[in-house]
């Protein structure tokens, strides 16, 4: 069982995004990320092999150990236990170049990868744990391709195409180009479902998506 969290500290007016996850049983690592801008400023692992084969009592232990990692290296942070230096915002660009967006999400859907006409890259921070039963919490981070300056101020909307009602919500990226967006995911009715993040300044744009699948329906009991 896959567990994670993500949390964002901000000291003297600068986020950073701590992220831990669960590496699955094939690993047996826990792994916690300190992010800043687009960078990994800090990383720590930890085994945890001694739990496997994993049961429903040694799943407690493992999420108590995750827990215990993660909110650790927050307490740390917060107390100056643990320091790191954000690294400096890059110079603003003014070169209007078209250059291709990219899908930081595993298993894009196809086609979409490498559009012309985009210039903003949009990753998810959370690819492995952005869903948990239906609620959705999506970690992102926009930059722009050329030299990944954060896209301040951007505008970020999320949608599910191929869903029995309408969802999609929206919000700004922060002054280091992170941004959190939460909702619960609709019914999916589609084959072709899928989630699309879309994002927006007045002279960029770019897109991610990746597929979704519509669970199959129980036959009704005649």
Same mark, same amino acid.
């Given at each position: 069982m896959l567990f994670g969290h993500n949390t964002n500290v901000t000291l003297d *007016?600068?986020?950073f995004h701590v992220q831990t996850e669960d590496r699955g049983v094939n690993s047996a690592t826990l792994d916690t990320t300190v992010h800043c801008r687009g960078r990994v400023l800090h990383r720590r692992t930890n085994?945890?092999?001694?739990?496997?084969?994993? /049961?429903? @009592?040694?799943?407690?232990?493992?999420?108590?150990?995750? /827990?215990?990692?993660?909110?650790?290296?927050?307490?740390?942070?917060?107390?100056?236990?643990?320091?790191?230096?954000?690294?400096?915002?890059?110079?603003?660009?003014t070169s209007a170049s078209v250059l291709a967006a990219s899908a930081a999400v595993p298993n894009p859907a196809p086609g979409l990868a490498n559009l012309d006409a985009k210039t903003l890259t949009v990753e998810m921070l959370n690819p492995r744990?952005?869903?948990?039963?239906?609620?959705?919490?999506?970690?992102l981070v926009v930059r722009?391709? /050329? *030299?990944?300056?954060?896209?301040? @101020?951007?505008?970020?909307?999320?949608?599910?195409?191929?869903?029995?009602?309408?969802?999609?919500?929206?919000?700004?990226?922060s002054a280091d180009g992170h941004t959190r967006l939460e909702f619960d995911m609709p019914r999916l009715t589609s084959e072709d479902a899928a989630l699309v993040i879309e994002a927006s300044t007045r002279d960029a744009q770019g897109q991610l998506r990746f597929a979704l699948r519509a669970k199959p329906k129980t036959p009704a009991v005649t």
């Open positions: *007016g600068t986020v085994k945890y092999h001694d739990l496997l084969p994993l /049961d429903a @009592g040694k799943e407690k232990s493992l999420k108590a150990r995750l /827990d215990e990692q993660h909110f650790g290296v927050v307490e740390e942070l917060k107390t100056g236990a643990l320091k790191v230096e954000a690294p400096p915002l890059p110079p603003p660009r744990t952005w869903l948990s039963g239906r609620h959705a919490t999506l970690y722009t391709k /050329d *030299g990944g300056t954060p896209a301040a @101020g951007a505008r970020v909307v999320a949608r599910i195409a191929g869903a029995a009602a309408p969802t999609e919500v929206e919000t700004e990226a």
